[in-house]
């Protein structure tokens, strides 16, 4: 008989003394005591930015003005654990490739520089001018095809930094400036400025305190960003529905006690968070939502025939925008039959939650990435504006789209250049600032750079922080392909699974980490970051350095630039690395109108909020004009891939971040020590002839007929919808095809996998014959 899963339905809110607790030990296990007085400075006004999620920071700030998640991550980089050099001296390379996520980065902070010594398959110490002078060489000798060269940035980077190094790049010669955008909000990026004309949100903490109605659509707050449950928590008290599309039941969109409040932890009483909850397929919100939209008009069909109100906002729809009625016609033509099949839920579900929306003055509407990680993700992002439109929810106090990033300052460094698309880069001005000739060819994306490992392309990858061959699809076909790099160089405060496979020569930076304080000749400098509703935040770590031998990440890579382009540019690298002031102005002189007062806002409480016209309703559109998009409303295309074929999410648990795994507990999931599972629906565990505790693999269904495998996962029964199933990611990034992305964006289609469930040791069902390359995984041993 095989063993079950300790699994037990977590009932309890989100927040309560379950974070209390979870925040303590992990500041116990990581031998943490200093960073309690780190954490009270976090988030605020003078202190530092916190190096997990992007959610904004108020002005009038808590006295624990961080999450569950924030404190893990502000204890994961005040550990005493070093991973030093007599660490790396007792483990090579392939002995640390055995270890688990969580045992790599708990071996704690990096402290000095590396390189990667293929003759006792191991990193060894260098000194810092070494390190600097051959990767200067090896780039200088790549320099002759730039485009083999990848510049790679995650979100931890500030703004500072990652101005610098996008000008690196273009100096050097090329757009390959990747991110962890590509993996998950650029559908948002590409959706809305044909939307609005801006790439982010429009949404302000000021809009819940006055907003009428809450929508939220593919995001799980309770795991991803806490903080936002303050603003949830606040709009519930005070009467406002919030109307939840998600296809899990989420304990944060259920329930919340407040860690903030002593009356609420010493009471049995919690804050209900979502008024309707509708467990849409994976898959399914572009039906979804042109049910609600259905339903609106027939609603204004009704008002006009009685003489009511309006339900539509016809005199902005007028004014303001452009393809309504196409968008209108695409609704009307749907039918209820296909689109209740399509999200999986009923005709008066749906329009229970267009009731809501009907009566909202002002209405918000929330997503992540179980919206923008589809095959449709742009459509998911259009969808969402189109029903704002319709009653004129973008530009007014109380509403508009708010979506919620991940990263810290994934979003801020794109304001100031880190991007593929010369398009979005201000070419001309950088020209003009430092007399160099821009690139002007596309750069790589994430998965552009996943291919052009693969078949040799490129050959230098630089790394500005983040876990990218983790993190990346198909990593069961990546990770070979990588270790044929020429050049590899990681900017890093901790070690993680990519730096185990160094290219031919391999550098391992170490890094300050944001709490920390960055001395300089000129003084202690501080940063700035931009949250996920686009005010700038001043940033100023105080704690001591890890080690006496960590660089700022900015003066790291500065110092590669300078051995780099020094001489085709007039660009000051050399004070760049140790005057944040001066790296600022230059931002102000690319962007005046962004950053022409930033270094006296940025330390405002609340930050500095950076301009978007769609908030004054200036629609900085191709026609000038707020665009419906009736593409968007149209059905799916996609052939019914056989009925023993379900539809794999990836999911974070609530002990990790990103890539990032803090423990083998998933606390609101009531799963405990693994990660090793696969959630299902009893239904179709009972119809595909398996058993709650089975172990199974997971076989991904893909047109390139390439045998992905993820084996060593157990059957837990869950609250999913039924022809889906559910799964850990990093884990699960072995069984999503490169080439399974989202339209446009190209973001990889992490929410719906197509995959085959097979029991380990009984008849396995048969599977198309697999092809040269196949990538099989024993989750066991991630």
């Not at 200067?136 to 000798?141: D, Q, S, V």
């Not at 821009?438 to 050959?459: F, I, N, Q, W």
């Not at 409480?605 to 998009?629: D, I, S, V, Y």
Request: hydrophobic share 40%.
């Amino acid at each position: 008989m095989t063993r079950k899963v300790d699994f037990a339905p977590y009932k309890g809110p989100a927040g309560g003394w379950g974070s209390a607790y979870s925040v303590g030990n992990v500041l116990v296990r990581q031998m943490a005591p200093g960073a309690v007085a780190t954490l009270g400075r976090q988030n605020k006004a003078g202190g530092h930015m916190c190096t997990s999620c992007a959610w904004a920071k108020p002005a009038r700030s808590h006295p624990f003005e961080f999450c569950e998640n924030g404190a893990k991550a502000t204890a994961w980089e005040t550990t005493t654990r070093r991973a030093d050099s007599g660490f790396f001296a007792t483990h090579s390379v392939s002995e640390l490739r055995a270890m688990t996520d969580f045992e790599l980065e708990n071996a704690g902070r990096l402290t000095t520089p590396m390189r990667w010594d293929p003759l006792k398959d191991a990193y060894v110490e260098v000194d810092w001018e070494q390190a600097f002078a051959e990767i200067g060489a090896e780039l200088t000798a790549l320099r002759a095809r730039a485009e083999q060269v990848v510049f790679y940035t995650s979100g931890r980077a500030s703004l500072e930094t990652s101005y610098m190094y996008q000008l690196f790049a273009r100096v050097y010669g090329n757009n390959n400036l990747p991110d962890s955008s590509n993996m998950c909000h650029e559908s948002t990026s590409v959706a809305l400025p044909k939307t609005i004309g801006v790439p982010v949100g429009t949404v302000r903490l000021p809009d819940f305190a006055v907003t009428d109605a809450i929508f939220f659509f593919g995001q799980n707050v309770g795991t991803s960003s806490p903080r936002l449950l303050h603003e949830l928590q606040q709009a519930s008290e005070r009467g406002v529905p919030i109307v939840t599309f998600n296809p899990l039941r989420e304990r944060g969109l259920e329930a919340f006690k407040n860690p903030q409040s002593p009356s609420e932890m010493v009471s049995s009483l919690s804050t209900r968070i979502s008024s309707q909850y509708h467990q849409v397929v994976p898959g399914g919100d572009c039906a979804a939502i042109a049910g609600m939209c259905k339903a609106i008009l027939q609603a204004d069909d009704e008002a006009v025939q009685s003489g009511a109100p309006r339900v539509l906002d016809i005199d902005f729809i007028r004014e303001h925008t452009d393809g309504f009625d196409a968008f209108a016609q695409a609704v009307r033509a749907r039918e209820w039959a296909d689109i209740e099949r399509e999200s999986g839920l009923t005709r008066g579900a749906l329009q229970a939650a267009a009731r809501v929306y009907c009566h909202a003055r002002a209405a918000i509407a929330i997503y992540g990435m179980g919206m923008t990680q589809h095959v449709r993700g742009v459509d998911n992002v259009h969808m969402i504006t189109n029903l704002l439109l319709m009653r004129g929810n973008i530009g007014k106090p109380g509403a508009g789209v708010c979506p919620v990033r991940g990263h810290s300052n994934v979003q801020g460094q794109r304001t100031v250049g880190i991007t593929e698309k010369p398009e979005l880069a201000p070419l001309d001005r950088l020209a003009e600032l430092y007399g160099f000739t821009p690139p002007r060819a596309k750069g790589l994306d994430t998965v552009g750079t996943c291919e052009g490992v693969m078949d040799g392309s490129v050959r230098g990858f630089v790394g500005l922080g983040g876990n990218l061959l983790r993190a990346a699809p198909d990593s069961g076909r990546l990770e070979p392909a990588w270790r044929g790099l020429r050049l590899t160089v990681h900017i890093a405060t901790k070690l993680n699974r990519t730096h185990l496979h160094p290219g031919e020569i391999g550098y391992l930076l170490p890094c300050l980490a944001r709490s920390e304080l960055h001395a300089s000749p000129r003084g202690a400098q501080a940063v700035s970051t931009e949250d996920s509703t686009a005010c700038i935040h001043g940033s100023m770590g105080r704690r001591k350095p890890a080690s006496a031998r960590l660089l700022a990440e900015s003066a790291i890579v500065a110092a590669i630039a300078e051995r780099t382009v020094a001489a085709d540019a007039a660009v000051p690298w050399p004070v760049w690395a140790h005057d944040m002031v001066a790296v600022r102005a230059a931002m102000a002189a690319t962007w005046p109108d962004q950053f022409g007062d930033i270094e006296t806002a940025m330390w405002q409480p609340g930050g500095m909020p950076r301009p978007l016209g769609a908030r004054q309703r200036e629609w900085k559109t191709g026609n000038g004009r707020a665009n419906f998009m009736a593409e968007a409303a149209v059905p799916s295309e996609s052939a019914s891939p056989g009925s023993d074929v379900l539809r794999l999410m990836t999911l974070r648990s609530n002990d990790q971040f990103n890539t990032t795994v803090y423990g083998y507990d998933d606390r609101f999931r009531g799963i405990k020590g693994t990660r090793h599972v696969v959630l299902m629906h009893r239904n179709d565990i009972d119809r595909l002839g398996l058993y709650e505790g089975d172990t199974v693999k997971l076989c991904t269904v893909a047109a390139d007929e390439r045998r992905r495998e993820l084996e060593g996962l157990r059957v837990v029964p869950y609250d999913v919808p039924e022809g889906s199933c559910a799964s850990y990611f990093p884990e699960c990034n072995v069984l999503l095809p490169l080439g399974h992305h989202a339209r446009e964006s190209r973001v990889p289609a992490a929410k719906s996998i197509p995959v085959r469930i097979v029991r380990l040791g009984g008849v396995p069902r048969a599977t198309a014959p697999g092809k040269a390359g196949a990538s099989r995984v024993d989750a066991r041993h991630l």
